[in-house]
Nanobody, 126 residues
């Protein structure tokens, strides 16, 4: 059974950093792309970043380029999102998601992802 579990969220001051983790089970990272998304109450879920199955290709939303970095550790079956220079507008619930098997390339759209984690809250506030 496919499972994705996020961790690492919390409260951080503006300008601070957090690293989110997405531990996956039931599949291996090398057969599909993995993405990070975020959603605030009453708003649509938006894409943050994605990493291809090979790890050679990454994509970022314009709002996080230069501040966030996605990476993965195949040995640990875990994908990370390093978030630096955090802003209050980054406050959201963050979700990791997996595309279907053999969907190896990134598409920054929630509709292209079939399995989702439960989410982790990130709050940026002084």
């Amino acid at each position: 059974q496919l499972q994705l579990v996020e961790s690492g969220g919390g409260l951080v001051q503006p300008g601070g950093s957090l690293r989110l983790s997405c531990a996956v089970s039931g599949f291996t990272l090398d057969d599909r792309a993995i993405g990070w998304f975020r959603q605030a109450p009453g708003k649509e879920r938006e894409a943050v970043s994605c990493i291809s199955s090979s790890g050679s290709s990454t994509e970022y939303a314009d709002s996080v380029k230069g501040r966030f970095t996605i990476s993965r550790d195949n040995a640990k079956n875990t994908v990370y999102l390093q978030m630096n220079s955090l802003k209050p507008e980054d406050t959201d619930v963050y979700y990791c998601a997996a595309r279907s098997r053999l969907r190896r390339v990134c598409v920054l759209s929630p509709s292209h992802f079939s399995s989702w984690g439960q989410g982790t809250q990130v709050t940026v506030s002084s």
